[in-house]
């Protein structure tokens, strides 16, 4: 398979210790060039520097994104119209609009997308998700806690500090639960998206599940979980060192030049979105 010749969008802390290597290390993908809104923090990342957006249009089959949530929305209409595949962030966008925008020219473009919802990658994440299909679930709770709003925290971002933990860690908790469970067909939140948020999920099939979120909690803290309980047993997601990175790539690759789509589109990213914005009205947020 010849190797698909990638732009990132993007030169940020996530960018230079995620998309950059992947780009860089991946026998899938050629990098192509970074276009950054920053040139001097593009420069060391291992590929030319743009200096203006389409150039990097020009030179590339795909577009890597690593920028906030509206600059995705943005940048990523962009691109789908001038036909690049789209290996995207989660959260897709910044309001539930800009996510029905960005979908809609993902569509009508006829372009591959793809969401690096990077826990969906992993050998741990899949063999929990298989296990999860032979017990006959019918519950489930996540926990997704951590300090990234306190201090100095390279991930203390603007978008973050701004709306917190539901828009940041919601699309990887709620996608985990909606993959183990059955599709998500309504959601009750409370708490705030700043300190504690709760969300109550209802799924298709009638299981329901419980996740609660944080990026506002200080001293020694447990690490991310998620259980589901069925008839015939349960299964618990256990931490794991797997980088999903080389299977992103492959996956991407693939999506691109064998076609088919990918079940992590674009598509599915404004299903998520839907979710998140049905809560933030609940918790009176954007």
């Known amino acids: 398979m010849e190797p698909v010749s990638v732009g990132l969008i993007g030169a940020g802390p996530w960018a230079e210790r995620a998309h950059a290597p992947m780009l860089v290390k991946s026998p899938y993908l050629r990098f192509a060039g970074v276009w950054a809104r920053r040139p001097e923090a593009a420069a060391g990342l291992g590929a030319p520097v743009f200096e203006r957006v389409e150039e990097l249009f020009d ?26 595949a789209l290996l995207l962030e989660k959260p897709l966008a910044d309001s539930l609009e800009n996510a029905r925008r960005l979908a809609d020219a993902v569509r009508e473009a006829g372009v591959a997308s793809q969401l690096v919802l990077t826990m969906r990658y992993t050998t741990q994440v899949r063999a929990f998700l298989a296990r999860c299909a032979d017990i006959e679930a019918f519950g489930g709770h996540a926990a997704n806690i951590s300090n990234v709003l306190l201090g100095d925290h390279p991930f203390g971002t603007p978008w ?52 609660s979120l944080s990026m506002s909690a200080a001293g020694d803290l447990p690490p991310s979980s998620i259980a589901v309980y069925g008839r015939t047993g349960n299964a618990v997601l256990l931490p794991g060192d797997d980088d999903p990175f080389a299977t992103i790539a492959e996956e991407f690759a693939q999506t691109v030049r064998q076609g088919g789509g990918h079940p992590l589109d674009a598509a599915h990213g404004l299903r998520l979105q839907r979710i998140i914005a049905e809560a933030e009205t609940q918790l009176g947020t954007p």
């Open 59 to 84: 030179a590339c089959e795909a577009v890597a994104f690593c920028v906030p949530p509206a600059v995705q929305a943005e940048l990523g209409v962009r691109a789908a119209r001038a036909g690049k």
């Open 160 to 211: 973050r500090l701004e709306r917190g933990a539901l828009l940041d860690v919601g699309p990887h908790v709620i996608d985990l639960l909606d993959a183990a469970l059955g599709p998500v067909t309504g959601v009750r939140a409370h708490g705030h998206p700043l300190g504690w948020t709760g969300l109550l999920l209802d799924h298709e099939g009638g299981a329901v599940s419980e996740a």
